[in-house]
Structure formats: C-alpha cells, structure tokens
C-alpha cells in the first residue's frame, strides 16, 4: 500500500492524497485547489501528476476551495468514478465551485483587458467552466457522518465530525492487505472546541497513520472574550459610542454565518439595539445560509436551543442581504450607524474592496479582520499598521481603526491541535504525518510532538511517496 502526498505538503492550500492498494484500487482524499502555485505560475503544467481516470474513488472531507476546487478539472480530465462526501458539504461544494468558476471567468476578462496585446497569451486561462462544475456536482454520492461504507469488502470508510465548517468531516479509513488490516485517519481540516453553530469534532479512535492539518503549529490564538462580548464591544464602540461603521470582511461559507448569528444573540439579549442595520453583502453567503437551515442534525447544542428559543438563527430585526450590484452600491450613501459583513475574508477581491476602501478614510469607522491573512493580500497590509495603502491602484490615508480578532477562527491553534492528536492516538499511532501548514508551524508541531514521547513524525513533502 502507498500514500502519495500530493498537496497542502508543507504549505497551507491544495489538499490531495493519493491512497493506492497493492492492487491499484486507488481512493484520492480531496482535491483542492493550490494558491501557492497559482499566485506566480502562468504556464501551470498538468495539475494531477497521475491520470485521472486511474482513480477509482473520490473523498472530500469538506467544501473550502483549497480541499474541493480542482474537482471540476478532475472530472474534465477523465475521472469516472463517485465523489464521496457528506450532504452538507455536497450542498456548499457545489455553490463554492461555480463561484469559483465565476471569478475565474472574471479574473480572465480584466486580466485580459488590461494586459497588452504581446502579452496576453500568457494569462492563465479559468481551469473549469460551469458546465464542468455541473458535470463534477452529478458524481457527488453523499454518505451520513459515523456511517462506515465500503467500496469493496476489503475496505471501509467512515467520516466523522471535524467541527471546522457544516459538514466537514475527518476521514478513517481501514484496509485489509495480506491479512493484515491498516488504519488511517486523514484529519482534513480540524475546528476549535466551542465554535459557533457547528458541534466540536471528534479525535480519531483505533487508527494506525495519522494525517493531520498542523496549519496554526507554534501558535497561539489570543482569545480573552466568547464571540458574544467581544462583537458586543466592536459593535458597541464603533456603532454606539461614535456612530460609525462596523466593516468586517468574512469568508461567505462559515463566518459569515457564524458572525450573522452571534449578532443574533446580541440582539435577542437586548445588548445592541433592535434597529441597528446590519448588511450582509455576499450573494454567496445569501445562498450558503439555508444550507445551514436544512442541516439541524449537524448544528450544536447553542444553536438548537436559540432556535427552539427564537426561531431563525440567521433572520432578525434589522438584517438585510444584498444580493444584486444596485443594493451593493446603494450601501456606498447609507450613512447611518451599521454593520457590514462581505467577502472575501482576506479582503482580495469581492465586494468587501469596495467598502474598505469607502472606510479607510473615515475615522469613525472600524475595520474588524476576523482570521487569517496570508502575506500580500489587503488583509495581511491592512493588519500591518502603515499610515497609507494602496488600494485597487489609488493611494488611501488609513484613518479607520484597523482591529483583528481570532474568535471566529476555524482553525485550532497549536495547543489544540496537540490535544487532537494525542487524543487521536497519541503515542500508540506508528506514525503521525503534519500537513497544511508551513514548514515552520509543522516544525513546531513536530518539536511539541517529540517533547510528549510521540516520536514517529514526519513532514511530508510534495510529492512524496510513503510505502506501507
Ligand atoms: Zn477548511
């Protein structure tokens, strides 16, 4: 049996695993998309180094871009087989990939307008188009959590909570070779104990081989406040006190939901005023949220009770979702006290731009970074504290009050991670292998590893090929 690490080895995007039998039964975990190699590569070369129509399943651990966005240029390429994974995360694959696919397309037309006319056989063209996308979403076979399945006797497969995103899940599988059966745990991408909506993950049991994300290795979140009081007092400074704009760029599938509704329970709680406007502005999100609605089965305890309580989790007094451009734009002249919540997260590209850039000059506005921002977006800038910055190519004094927090978080810091692999199997697993990070957060995690006797660790490198 072979495990080829084919992505998120030793950086964070692209997630792909190639599982092969002794008999060529060959499982790929995930399939996502590789922003490292995307940012400086024109000429891509092929993205699979195998054929496609080689492999014989397909499993996806959840719907984020960087684990799901190169499964249209699977199937393209000549995948026939299903591609496994929980309702949920069926649901919200589907919208990420066409809007993937959408802002391909309208990358490459302004790449295209702008670049002059010698050069402009060197843009990369969009890797999948909607029909491939639609083509990707008919061999979809959903699969409940905790529900083992077996695509032949001598394998079987479980997904089970990860509590990072609505249906996410890790992956275990078991396979019997020569008498002898092996377990893997593959983690995808782990949440944090106590998130909003989704229930908390569970660490693997019985697995032999673990492959864990280690994306915050060496870090740790600084979290003083639950979600409540520390949006309680963002929203209360910039809102209240000065009557300004709360302007926070979300990612539209996980935070944005998470953020619409712990202003919910502020509401409810009679802590900020009923009236208090507060604009969703991502028609991704706006198609994403009832996907939460439909899935009460995957929600935790919080979010059941508030809905038993209150009835909607994402709808209250004062919430509006912006879907079309008009709505957007008239949000430029809105000038009362509001919060604003749009994509995308790192603040590169969509709509969120827009409403930085109508902010930063404001000095009764805040702009509230809630995540991580990978160097060289407008996010990472922002968080740099300069006096000035460029955006969309005009120069902009920065006058907001620019604030971060990691409450919303997805992802678990360096304690919480070790946690999940010591619970996971700890010093009896024969061999942990840390992915999805840089290579010094998997160093880091390597090293806390080694100090709690857990000595069998490697880190993986792209396109490594591990014999069992
Ligand atoms: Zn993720």
Partial sequence: MKLHFLGAARQVTGSMYLLETADKYRILVDCGMDYELKRNAVDQGPIFPFNPADIDLVLLTHAHIDHSGNLPVLVKDGFKGQIVCTPATAELTAYLLYDSSHIQFSDYRKNLANARKTRRHLIPKPLYSEKNVSETIDRFYTIHLNKAFQPRPDIEITFQEAGHLL??????????????????????????????????????????????????????????????????????????????????????????????????????????????????????????????????????????????????????????YLENKDEHEALTYYFDPCVIISAAGMVEGGRIQEHVMNNIENPYSTILIAGFCAEGTLGYRLLLGQPTIQIKKKDKRVYARIARTDVFSSHPDHDEVLHFIKESGGKNLKQVFLVHGELPQLQAMEMALHEEGISHVTLPEHGQVIDF
């Fill in 167 to 320: 249906g996410a899940a890790g992956i275990k599988i078991s396979i019997l070779e020569n008498g002898k059966k092996q377990v893997f745990g593959f983690s995808g991408d782990i949440g944090r104990l106590n998130s909003k909506l989704v229930k908390d993950g569970t660490p693997f049991s019985g697995i032999d081989y673990l492959i864990s994300e280690s994306t915050y290795g060496g870090r740790k979140h600084t979290i003083t406040k639950t979600a409540e009081d520390e949006l309680f007092d963002y929203i209360h400074d910039t809102c209240i006190k000065q009557r300004g704009r709360l302007v926070i760029p979300a990612f539209s599938v996980g935070r944005t939901q998470a953020i619409v509704f712990t202003i919910n329970q502020l509401k409810r709680a009679g802590k900020i005023p009923e009236h208090l406007k507060i604009f969703v502005d991502s028609p991704l999100a706006i198609k994403s949220t009832p996907v939460y609605e439909r899935h009460p089965e995957l929600l935790n305890e919080e979010a059941l009770s508030f809905k038993a309580n209150h009835g909607d989790l994402f709808n209250y007094p004062g919430i509006e």
